[in-house]
C-alpha cells in the first residue's frame, strides 16, 4: 500500500488521460492540456517539418527549420541539419553566432585554427564572423540542432 508522497505521485493513464490515484487530472497533465487551448505553445513531430537540400556548398545535408518566424518565435531560429557519411556544409562565416548541440554521430567543426573533433552530446558554439564548417567523419548520419538569431 502506498502512503503519502508515494501515494500522490503514482499516475495511471485512463481514456487516453493522466489521472492521479484519486481519479483526477494530474497537475502537469492540467498544465498541458490547458496550454495548448488557444495558446501559443506548439509541439509536433520533427518529422512533420520537410527536410530541405541546404543549398549551395554543402554535400550531403538536409536542413529541418523547426522553428522560425512564421510560427511564432521573433528572436531565434531552431533548425535541425542531417549530415549523411562525408557530408559537409560550406566553409563560411557571417555576423551571427551558432549555438549548435550534437544529436547523433561524430565529425570535426572546421576553423581557422583545424578541425576539431566532436560526438553526440558534445556543444559547439560558433562565434560571429568566426570561419566554420561541419563535416560528417562517421560511417553513420550526422545530426544536430543548430540555434541562431533572425537577420536583421
Request: proline share 4%.
Amino acid at each position: 500500500m502506498l502512503q503519502g508522497n508515494q501515494a500522490r505521485r503514482r499516475m495511471t493513464w485512463r481514456s487516453g488521460r493522466k489521472l492521479n490515484n484519486l481519479g483526477f487530472l494530474s497537475r502537469t497533465a492540467w498544465k498541458t492540456r490547458n496550454m495548448f487551448q488557444g495558446g501559443l505553445m506548439k509541439l509536433f513531430p520533427y518529422r512533420e517539418v520537410k527536410a530541405e537540400d541546404a543549398g549551395e556548398g554543402t554535400f550531403g545535408v538536409k536542413v529541418r527549420w523547426l522553428i522560425t518566424k512564421e510560427m511564432g518565435a521573433p528572436n531565434f531560429a531552431m533548425r535541425l541539419f542531417e549530415l549523411e557519411p562525408k557530408g559537409y556544409s560550406p566553409l563560411h562565416s557571417h555576423p551571427w553566432e551558432h549555438e549548435v548541440f550534437i544529436l547523433e554521430g561524430e565529425g570535426v567543426v572546421v576553423n581557422s585554427n583545424g578541425e576539431h573533433k566532436f560526438k553526440a552530446g558534445d556543444v559547439v558554439f560558433v562565434a560571429q564572423n568566426e570561419l566554420h564548417q561541419f563535416k560528417n567523419t562517421g560511417k553513420k548520419a550526422l545530426s544536430f540542432l543548430c540555434l541562431v538569431p533572425h537577420k536583421k
